[in-house]
């Protein structure tokens, strides 16, 4: 079965300052990996996905994402952040052999500080 | 282009009620169909999912159902709710094949 653990449910950063999300994966095939980002009461957004294609994947707002076999992870960076980026974000990962199912980290809520 | 609508964006019911939530996807066919479930300071927990009408896989055994009477149709059911089922419900779909998931606004269910 496929999991996902992100390490620091809080991250509380400077703006200006590199954001550092961390996800790591377990899976017994070539997974799918996600992240995505929820502000308050909507709906979740996708911020980027890594397919198996190029390891280092980047998405909007500026944020990019490495995905590392050696480490089973697939952290999320920014190398400047904004107070609009504070929110929400979850890395989910799907299994690479046509399984359906979407499964989800806990999230890490994004703090930023002026 | 593709768009998901789930409502409503909030509801109160009282304990022992029972519950509908829809969720209707437009411009794609035969898509994947996602319930998610999103308690406070938690992640999400996947309900249930659905890879065609009337084909339902649950994932947690819990007071809640689900059904897909069309094809771009996904409804979530109680027949009696809990207090333990409040919380922000999330629909989502997915085209067939590997690939990422889309999601509705949300629906805040208040038990009380």
């Known amino acids: ?114 | 282009s593709q768009t998901i609508h789930q409502w409503p964006a909030t509801l109160v019911q009282p304990v022992g009620s029972p519950l509908s939530l829809e969720c209707t996807v437009e411009g794609t066919s035969n898509p994947n169909l996602y319930w998610y479930r999103q308690a406070a300071g938690r992640g999400l927990q996947l309900l249930f999912y659905s890879v065609g009408i009337g084909q339902i896989s649950s994932e947690v055994p819990q007071n809640l159902s689900a059904s897909r009477p069309q094809d771009r149709q996904f409804i979530l059911s109680s027949k009696k709710l809990l207090l333990s089922d409040s919380g922000f419900y999330l629909c989502a779909w997915s085209p067939q094949g590997n690939t990422e998931a889309f999601f509705g606004q949300g629906t805040r269910l208040t038990v009380v």
């Not at chain 1, 390490?7 to 200006?16: A, F, I, K, Q, R």
């Not at chain 1, 952290?75 to 609009?84: E, G």
């Not at chain 1, 052999?97 to 930023?112: A, C, E, M, N």
Request: with cysteine; proline share 4%.
């Open chain 1, 1 to 114: 079965a496929q999991s996902v653990t992100q390490l620091g449910s809080h991250v509380s950063v400077s703006e200006g300052a590199l954001v550092l999300l961390r996800c790591n994966y377990s899976s017994s095939v070539p997974p799918y990996l996600f992240w995505y980002v929820q502000y308050p009461n909507q709906g979740l957004q996708l911020l980027l996905k890594y397919t198996s294609a190029a390891t280092l994947v980047k998405g909007i707002n500026g944020f990019e994402a490495e995905f590392k076999k050696s480490e089973t992870s697939f952290h999320l960076t920014k190398p400047s952040a904004h107070m609009s980026d504070a929110a929400e974000y979850f890395c989910a990962v799907r299994r690479g052999d046509s399984s359906y199912k979407l499964i989800f980290g806990s999230g890490t809520r994004l703090l930023v500080r002026p």
